[in-house]
C-alpha cells in the first residue's frame, strides 16, 4: 500500500533563504506526484505537477524535483517571502491520489 | 480560468439534519472528488466520480452520498448529520485521472 511522509512536519526560515521540502513514497509505481499549498482556512492551490517519466519542473520560484527509484521528491523555493508562508502538501497519484500529511511552512520577516 | 465553486462556506447544522454540499466545476472534467479535512488526518477521500451518474467510495464514505446528475455538479450528501462529521469539507475535479487537480474553497461544516 502506497505511503507519503513529508518531513519535517513544520519548519521555520528567515525571509530571502532558499529552502527544500521534502516528500517520500514508497511504491515507485506513480503515474505523477503533484505539489499544493493550502493557506489557512482555504482550499488547495496545484503548484506543479510532475509526470512519472520527468525529472523536475519549474515554475517562477519553485522547483519539484522527482526520482522514482529513491521515492522522493523535493520542492526547492527560491528567495523565500513571507507570502510563502502556508501548508505545503504532496500527493502521488496511482489509481488515486495518496496524500502526504504536509508541511507548516513559516517564513520570518 | 480554472474555478471550482463550493456554495456553501460555512454552514452550521443540528444533529440529524440532512446536509446537502454543493459543488460546481467550470472546466467540463471528468473526475469530481469530495474530501474532508480534519487536523492531524489529513485529507480523506469520501467520494468520487469519473462521469456523469458514476461515483465510487473512497476511504471514508460511511454516513455520506453523492449525486452527479450533471457533469459539472457533484453534490456531497450527510443524510443525518452527526457531531463527528464536523469538518471542512473541499471538492475538487480534474481532467482525466491523473491530471492537475483543482480545489474550491472548502466548506466549514459544524453539527451540533
Known amino acids: 500500500k502506497q505511503e507519503v511522509t513529508q518531513i519535517p512536519a513544520a519548519l521555520s526560515v528567515p525571509e530571502g533563504e532558499n529552502l527544500v521540502l521534502n516528500c517520500s513514497f514508497t511504491?515507485?509505481?506513480?503515474?505523477?506526484l503533484q505539489w499544493f499549498r493550502q493557506d489557512p482556512g482555504k482550499g488547495l492551490t496545484s503548484l506543479l505537477l510532475i509526470q512519472s517519466s520527468q525529472r523536475e519542473q519549474t515554475s517562477g520560484r519553485l522547483n519539484a524535483s522527482l526520482d522514482k527509484s529513491s521515492g522522493r521528491s523535493t520542492l526547492y523555493i527560491a528567495a523565500s517571502q513571507p507570502g510563502d508562508s502556508a501548508t505545503y502538501l504532496c500527493a502521488v497519484s496511482d489509481y488515486q491520489l495518496i496524500w502526504g500529511a504536509g508541511t507548516k511552512l513559516i517564513i520570518k520577516p | 480560468d480554472v474555478k471550482v465553486t463550493q456554495s456553501s462556506r460555512y454552514l452550521v447544522k443540528r444533529t440529524g439534519e440532512k446536509v446537502f454540499l454543493e459543488c460546481v466545476q467550470d472546466m467540463d472534467h471528468e473526475n469530481m472528488f469530495w474530501y474532508r479535512q480534519d487536523p492531524g488526518l489529513g485529507l480523506r477521500l469520501i467520494y468520487f466520480?469519473?462521469?456523469?451518474?458514476?461515483?465510487e467510495k473512497g476511504d471514508i464514505p460511511e454516513g455520506y452520498s453523492v449525486s452527479r446528475e450533471k457533469k459539472e455538479r457533484f453534490s456531497l450528501i450527510l443524510e443525518s448529520a452527526s457531531t463527528n462529521q464536523t469538518s471542512m469539507y473541499l471538492c475538487?475535479?480534474?481532467?482525466?485521472?491523473?491530471?492537475?487537480?483543482?480545489f474550491g474553497e472548502g466548506s466549514w461544516l459544524t453539527v451540533v
Open positions: 475538487a475535479s480534474s481532467l482525466l485521472a491523473g491530471n492537475t487537480i483543482y
Open positions: 511504491d515507485s509505481a506513480i503515474y505523477n
Open positions: 466520480s469519473y462521469d456523469v451518474k458514476m461515483k
